[in-house]
Structures are given as C-alpha cells and as structure tokens.
C-alpha cells in the first residue's frame, strides 16, 4: 500500500495506524457506524426503504457522515450491504420485515449458478457514486472505508438464501459439490477484487472485507473455501490502499491472515489482543475487539473495558480500536460516543511513554 496518508486528510491517525507508523493516539471506527441506533439515520429511514437509500449517493453520503459528526470517530465508512455485489450478479434481493435480506432464488446447483454472470464495478456505480458524494461531504475531516463481504461469507447467502444459523445448506453444497463451490468463489473473488479496486478509484482511502461467517469453517475447509478466495480477491485489488481483513472466529489462522497480503487483521471480541500482536508479528496492525454489548453498559465500565482493551496490545504501533463485531441496534449512541472519547484519553497515555515505544 502506499505509505503516505493523503496530503487533503485533515486526520491521518486511522491511516498512520494502518501503516504500524507512531501516532498520539489509538484512532477508532465502529463497525455498521452508520446504522440504526443513530435517531438521524432513523429520521432518514422514514422517508426510503434500506435498499433506495443505499442506491442514493445524496442519502449514503449523508448517513456516512453522521457517525463523524456525532461521535468523533476517526473514520468513515460508506454505508452499503454486502449482499450489492450477489445482487449486480443478477439474483433479486428482498428486504423482508423480521427476516433481513432474502434471496428467493438462491443457488443450489451448477444450473442456478449458471443464470448469473461475474458482476462489474459499472453494475455498482450507486455504490462508487456514493463513495465520490461522502467524499465530498467529510471534506477532508476524516479518511473514507469501502468495504464488500468475503467470497465465502457472499457464497453462504447465495446458497442459504437468508442469514442461518448452521450454514447447514450452503455447507452440503461444499461437500457435495466442491468443483461447484470453488467456480462460485472464485467468480465472487474476482469481482469482489474490482469491486474495492473501483471504491479506491471512486475516493476510499481503505477498504475492508467482511468475512462474517469464515469461523463456521473447520480449519481445513477454512484454508480451501475461504482464505485462499480471500487471498484472491487481495490480489486482484493489487493493494489498491490499505486493507482490513476481518475474518469473524477464525482463531486458528491468524497466522495465514497476515500473510494474506492484507495490511489489517481484524478480531472479534474472544481474542486476546497482546496474543493476536504476537501471532500476527510487524508484519499487519490489529484491529479490535470490544464486545458490542459492553456498550449497555454503564460509562464507567465502558472506559475500564476500553483501558483494559488498550493495555492488551501495549504500546507498539498499529492498533485501531474497533468493536468485535456490528454495533447493535439498541446501543445508545451517547455510549457509543462516549466511547470513542473513553479511548483517544486513555491511549494517549499508552502513546506518551517513550514516544510510543514498547515498555
């Protein structure tokens, strides 16, 4: 990736962060930042269903901005779904209310499969156009993330046809059918690849892919069916900027993860930071992991959580401070906001002692 943060960047934390360089102070995003626990992105739900607004660059870019402007986080994301990318490949998608995103044609064999075609980042130009409007709207405050789902997280919402919560029919297609599998991953990999290449080309100073249900995998199959689609989709973005790669319960290739060719690894919240530094070694920075329900809890235990986070990975560069997954929907954003002041306090300590130099 290119070393040096862009020179419009007014915060350059996140990015420094991303290249393991010296910074004042540990830089913080949320994941799903934008997103229903915001009243102001409730406000402008009321007036589009979620699938208008993420295929209106003006709304987009207005909800991807409100995290910046009510929490002070050091990073935006674009607002979008992963699931864009099956549904440019020609499966319809339904918003359905209780259920989430429904595919009421999933693929089930080679015939299915064969209906679709490798989407382009032409057939996502909602999602680049509102990258380049976001954009615009920050100007210059804070670095902007793309991001798309993982090859095999995609795959198990192709197969599923819903979220599950045993993967057991995207899974039987795996055994049963493995030529079959590895023709759908690698024609997602291929298109996920372009697709953070043209998020990049749009104005996103980062991108990070979501592979949300890696960690249903054994670690045999995971290796197969998953990290080696995701190293396919890295390279085919050719380090485009910097990448995060976050792969949800995949405890056992952390390893793999950073020589994937991803410049972060993220973690989920059952990691033990000062572990994943030692596993990971100079070669990424780390980002991670508060457990999303610490944030029902009260403010003072919301900052000792935040400390005890940040004395886990010391005091050597490259830590971003992310929550282990999602934020969720009932969380109150003071909390969340609060948060994201708990931590730029307490690590300024960390990165105080011997000019961020290890103790």
């Not at 549904?87 to 693929?107: I, K, Q, S, W």
């Not at 950073?258 to 000062?274: F, R």
């Not at 100079?282 to 944030?295: E, H, R, S, W, Y």
């Not at 886990?312 to 948060?339: M, Q, R, S, V």
Request: hydrophobic share 40%; charged share 20%.
């Amino acid at each position: 990736m290119n070393d040096k943060a862009k020179p419009e960047l007014q915060n350059t934390t996140f990015l420094d962060a991303c290249a393991r360089r010296e910074v004042e102070y540990t830089p913080i995003w949320i994941m799903r930042q934008a997103g229903r626990y915001l009243p102001s992105y409730q406000e402008v739900r009321s007036r589009v269903d979620f699938q208008t607004l993420c295929r209106t660059p003006d709304l987009v870019a207005e909800v991807s901005v409100q995290p910046v402007e009510q929490l002070g986080v050091d990073a935006a994301i674009i607002f979008s779904d992963i699931l864009v990318l099956p549904e440019a490949m020609g499966m319809e998608l339904t918003m359905v209310e209780n259920r989430g995103p429904v595919f009421p044609a999933p693929v089930r064999n080679a015939a299915d499969f064969d209906r679709l075609h490798a989407a382009t980042p032409s057939e996502l130009q909602f999602v680049t156009d509102g990258i380049a409007r976001t954009k615009k709207a920050l100007a210059g405050r804070v670095p902007l993330i793309g991001f798309c789902g993982s090859p095999w997280t995609l795959f198990t919402y192709m197969v599923e046809g819903h979220t599950s919560r045993n993967f057991s029919v995207a899974k039987e297609l795996m055994f049963r059918e493995p030529e079959l599998t590895h023709r759908i991953l690698g024609t997602l990999a291929d298109s996920a690849g372009a697709y953070l290449a043209a998020q990049v080309a749009a104005g996103a100073d980062a991108v990070q892919i979501f592979d949300s249900w890696g960690g249903v995998l054994s670690p045999p199959a995971y290796r197969e069916f998953s990290l080696a689609y995701l190293e396919r989709a890295i390279n085919v973005f050719n380090r485009a900027a910097p990448l995060i790669l976050f792969s949800k319960g995949a405890h056992h290739a952390l390893s793999a993860l950073s020589q994937s060719g991803a410049d972060v690894v993220g973690v989920d919240w059952t990691h033990d930071l000062g572990s994943v530094r030692r596993a990971v070694g100079a070669k990424v920075a780390v980002q991670g992991n508060m457990d999303p329900t610490t944030l029902f809890a009260p403010p003072e235990v919301i900052r000792e959580e935040a400390r005890r986070i940040l004395g886990e990975y010391g005091t050597a560069p490259g830590h971003i401070f992310n929550l282990g997954h999602g934020i969720l929907p009932e969380t109150d954003p003071e909390h969340a906001k609060a948060l994201v002041s708990f931590v730029h306090e307490e690590s300024r300590r960390f990165h105080a002692v011997e000019g961020g130099k290890e103790r």
